[in-house]
């Protein structure tokens, strides 16, 4: 398949990251970032998302406002991305674009996935994400693939997407939403319980 040629001004730079969930285990898989932009793909206007991997945006530093050209392919699987776009080629930064806000949203320049791993993610409310963090360099929506039955990886698995907040604990847009439930065996559910995301942002300051 030829690469689509694509123009636009970024809306948010998140981390692009998957999530597989066992009945009440998980881990990560960080795939590198995740751009939003409105602009043209093949000379269409558009608002899509491509994701970019972390060599890409050490070098470009891309932020909220940057306008940046480049060629890409529709994902293979869309199960398994939080992206429209990936395998990005050509990538250029048109213009450098105003700085975006620096508080909440935080519309900063992405720090290294290694940063996002080290502090942590707590659940976040769809609807927040949607209305208030979606442009935030803290803000990520993953995808997120469901091992029903961990004793049979090959059996039934399911797909869906999950909001979640790296930002600091204080922030006034901060709304957790409702507990995640996971399907598990014989029709069993797990409910993710809040000491998960204690546990798992329990090392940072209010304000970090």
């Known amino acids: 398949m030829d690469k689509l040629h694509f123009e636009g001004k970024i809306s948010s730079v998140q981390p692009r990251i998957r999530v597989t969930r066992s009945f009440d285990q998980f881990s990560h ?4 970032y995740a751009v939003r932009l409105e602009g043209e793909l093949e000379n269409r206007p558009s608002t899509f998302s491509v994701g970019i991997g972390k060599a890409a945006q050490a070098k470009h530093q891309l932020k909220v406002n940057d ?46 996935l290694e940063i996002y791993r080290e502090r942590g993610h707590r659940r976040l409310a769809a609807r927040t994400y949607d209305t208030k963090c979606s442009s935030c360099c803290w803000g990520v929506r993953m995808a997120v693939e469901i091992i029903i039955d961990q004793w049979d990886p ?12 790296y930002g600091p604990l204080s922030c006034k847009h901060y ?10 065996r014989k029709g069993m559910v797990y409910v993710e319980e809040d ?9 940072r300051e209010p304000d970090e």
Not at 154 to 165: L, Q
Request: net charge negative; charged share 30%.
């Open 154 to 165: 090959r059996g039934r698995v399911d797909y869906r997407d999950e909001t979640f907040c």
């Open 67 to 112: 306008v940046i050209s480049g060629s890409c392919l529709p994902v293979a699987d869309p199960s398994l991305e939080p992206v429209e776009f990936y395998k990005v080629s050509k990538l250029q930064v048109v213009s450098v674009g105003e700085a975006g806000s620096h508080s909440e949203p935080w519309e900063l320049i992405a720090p290294e």
């Open 195 to 203: 000491w998960v995301d204690e546990e798992m942002t329990g090392h």
């Open 29 to 32: 898989t960080y795939l590198g």
């Open 175 to 184: 709304k957790a939403g409702a507990k995640r439930r996971v399907e598990g």
